[in-house]
């Protein structure tokens, strides 16, 4: 079709009004949203290294496009304070069990069977019914949702069938499935088209609020045993260079640690501007990104990284603290200071001129890059955390510094003496 910018069927009336359509985008937003605050509030608990990954790519999509749907329905004469409201009561409570997964079967298939599949078929349908031509922005919009939502799919999909090859059982998580199934159907489905039950489904486990883990889980039965301390790679050729560089390698695979703690600050820090999540997420993301340059490193190197001990020590001793402080060590405490020379700049200048290793080059290169992001997101937000300026915020960073230091030093010398 050439007239009319190729956008078909520009005479039909379409379903939608500006009211309705800004209706059904308040739920698929606060839908988002709350898929976002799960995989948040998840991924310390699982064990799947895969899992937690994966999570940190979707808790950062689907933050994008809960942000960018808040942005179209405010076009659409909604009142911003309409973005602060649930949609209905046993929505609510479908995430309020959702969060409550406790294996991660039951994660994947409260996500991945149920609750994502049926939000790809909506959003597909609105495409459809929605005026064409007066509602492109949305069209747009909800593209770019759905092309996530699949690839979202497909890999959780993928990630079950893998489990079940290693033996799981999807039995155990088929009365997880059917819960959040009934909890999604006593709403009315994701648009809320069924009409919603006027019995409301009782409470099954959120009748207990879901807090944060004491410490962050690894598969022990796969990886190595979960340690505060910072590991190293064994065996290495007595070369000075290569020594440096693969530690580099493995230091990087150990920012899950740092992603966890980030998952901490967004689940347990309420009432922020989203903008403050979104940032947030993009942060988690890059820092899952930055573990991954060091899983594929190592592997390139032919060096077995799953079976050394995983670092918790970003996640496990911060845990009880404020998420204000958590956010301050890491962005303030350690990313400003990482600015500094010798800091980012002198690892990727070993990688380049020294190590001459080209991958580790172009991964530092972009490390680099993005904690000037992080550093520039600690900076905006944490005087927002503690109603203090800037200057106050890096004084508590060097003072959870020193108290960071003085933990990793006793917990060294319970190593030495075999104390615990």
């Known amino acids: 079709m050439i007239s009319y910018a190729g956008i078909a069927n520009p005479f039909g009336t379409g379903t ?31 064990e799947n290294w895969h899992l937690k990954a994966a999570l940190g790519k979707h808790l950062y999509e689907d933050a994008e496009a809960a942000g960018s749907l808040r942005r179209r329905i405010q076009e659409l004469r909604t009142s911003p304070m309409l973005l602060q409201k649930q949609p209905n009561v046993t929505l609510a409570l479908l995430f309020e069990e959702l969060i409550h997964a406790r294996s991660d079967l039951e994660l994947l298939v409260g996500v991945y069977r149920v609750v994502k599949p049926a939000l790809l078929k909506a959003v597909t349908q609105h495409m459809t019914d929605t005026q064409q031509l007066v509602d492109y922005p949305t069209v747009r919009l909800l593209k770019a949702l759905s092309s996530d939502l699949r690839e979202q799919i497909a890999w959780g999909e993928g990630m079950i069938e893998t489990l079940q090859q290693e033996g799981e059982s999807l039995e155990l998580a088929a009365e997880f499935e059917n819960r959040i199934t009934g909890y999604l159907d006593a709403a009315g489905g994701i648009s809320g088209e069924q009409g919603t039950s006027t019995h409301v489904p009782a409470r099954w486990r959120s009748g207990k609020v879901y807090e944060m883990p004491k410490q962050a889980i690894r598969d022990v039965k796969k990886m190595g045993t979960p340690t505060m301390g910072r590991t190293a790679v064994p065996n290495l050729p007595e070369d000075p260079l290569k020594i440096r560089l693969i530690g580099m390698m493995k230091a990087r695979q150990e920012e899950m640690s740092a992603v966890e703690n980030l998952a ?20 988690l993301w890059d820092e899952v990104r ?5 899983q594929a490193a190592l592997e390139a190197e032919g060096i077995d990284w799953m079976s050394l ?22 962005s ?11 800091g980012k700049i002198a690892e990727y200048e070993f990688c380049r001129d020294e190590a001459k290793h080209p991958l580790m080059e172009r991964f530092q290169d972009y490390d680099w890059a993005d904690e000037v992001t992080h550093a520039a997101f600690g900076r905006k937000w944490t005087p927002e955390l503690f109603g203090e300026d800037l200057d106050y915020v890096r004084q508590v960073a060097d003072v959870e510094l020193a108290e960071r230091e003085k933990l990793f030093q006793a917990w060294a010398k319970q190593q030495e003496t075999g104390t615990q």
């Open 290 to 294: 930055h573990a991954l340059f060091g």
């Open 16 to 46: 939608y009004s500006v009211e309705m359509n800004s209706k059904l985008l308040r739920r698929y937003r606060y839908i988002h949203e709350q898929l976002f605050f799960c995989a948040a509030g998840q991924l310390p608990a699982r």
């Open 264 to 283: 901490s600050v967004i689940y347990d820090q309420k009432l922020m501007p989203w903008e403050f999540y979104e940032d947030l997420a993009r942060h």
């Open 309 to 330: 001990r995983q670092y918790v020590g970003g996640y496990d001793p911060l845990i009880e603290k404020l998420p204000a402080q958590r956010y301050a060590l890491l």
């Open 332 to 342: 303030i405490g350690f990313e400003e200071k990482a600015m500094r020379r010798p």
